[in-house]
């Protein structure tokens, strides 16, 4: 079992930032990454961003270059920086325990937190 407590949502105006914390516990060798999917309302869950144990990331074309995923693997923590913030991004943000792939894809397992809001103004 894993246990994943995401941090740091909020309100926010366009062009802003915010910084998202994914704090995991239990056992955390069932999975080689974190990923962070997000859910806008009225939309489907989606892909955010991902980080292996290694370091490997992987971002979704639409946060690339305005988010940075990181991770302190002491703390078992991965946060999001997200930058340059759109409306668009308004979402729930959930992190994930699954397999980051040598080519990219993610593959989440089942194990999610409980979700932190982003909300983004114009």
């Known amino acids: 079992q894993v246990q994943l407590v995401e941090s740091g949502g909020g309100l926010v105006q366009a062009g802003g930032s915010l910084r998202l914390s994914c704090a995991a516990s239990?056992?955390?060798?069932?999975?080689?990454?974190i990923g962070w999917y997000r859910q806008g309302p009225g939309k489907q869950r989606e892909f955010v961003a991902a980080?292996?144990?290694?370091?490997?990331?992987n971002y979704a074309a639409s946060v690339k270059g305005r988010f940075t995923i990181s991770r302190d693997n002491a703390k078992n923590t991965v946060y999001l920086q997200m930058n340059s913030l759109e409306p668009e991004d308004t979402a729930v943000y959930y992190c994930?325990?699954?397999?980051?792939?040598?080519?990219?894809?993610?593959?989440?397992?089942?194990?999610w937190g409980q979700g932190t809001q982003v909300t983004v103004s114009s």
């Open positions: 239990g056992s955390t060798s069932s999975h080689n990454a």
């Open positions: 994930n325990a699954g397999v980051l792939y040598s080519g990219g894809d993610y593959l989440a397992y089942g194990y």
């Open positions: 980080i292996s144990r290694g370091g490997n990331t």
